[in-house]
């Protein structure tokens, strides 16, 4: 089982980045997914799940700026990250649970001016 995590790049405060997340070689479908990030010098944060069913969780730092959504078919979870902040810049990993929790290698987001 591999996840592979892109999208991540350089954007100014208050830019955007959509974050994609594939799965190879096992299907999550009904299974969570989702996203942590983590910043030099800080633990990994939680940021956002969503479950087989589509319900969504998001932390409160990121609550009404990103969305989470998955593509079945494609066997693929997205986060949308809008109003980006300076705070927001980190390393961010997917995963998705089947038992036992799955990650992808990361994919960095810088948010800077």
């Known amino acids: 089982v591999q996840l592979q995590a892109s999208g991540g790049g350089s954007v100014q405060p208050g830019g955007s980045l959509r974050l994609s997340c594939a799965a190879s070689?096992?299907?999550?479908?009904?299974?969570?997914m989702g996203w942590y990030r983590q910043a030099p010098g800080n633990e990994r944060e939680w940021i956002a799940t969503i479950t087989g069913g589509g319900t969504t969780n998001y932390a409160d730092s990121v609550k009404g700026r990103f969305t989470i959504s998955r593509d079945v078919a494609k066997n693929t979870v997205y986060l949308q990250m809008n109003s980006l902040k300076s705070e927001d810049s980190a390393v961010y990993y997917c995963?998705?649970?089947?038992?036992?929790?799955?990650w992808g290698k990361g994919t960095l987001v810088t948010v800077s001016s």
């Open positions: 070689g096992s299907s999550f479908r009904g299974n969570v």
């Open positions: 995963f998705g649970r089947r038992g036992i929790t799955y």
